[in-house]
């Protein structure tokens, strides 16, 4: 089954202050999924930061996955 995403900015409050793009990917079955970031066509591997897939309850999953950005 393929993920309902949704790609969202967050704006942290510490300083210093750090920007996050955030994607939210639920409803995939099964729980293996890769996320890639990319800017400018290079992938961006060094600020990513990712939950762990958690179960749904219905058989399917969801991940967050987040970039930070300045």
Sequence with gaps: VQPEVEIYPVQSGSLPQT?????????????EIEVKWFKN????????????????????YQVLVMLETT
């Design 19 to 31: 920007d996050r793009l955030v994607c939210y990917m639920t409803g995939f079955y099964p729980a």
């Design 41 to 60: 066509g290079q992938e961006e591997t060094e600020r990513v930061v990712s939950t762990d897939v958690i179960q749904n309850g219905d058989w399917t």
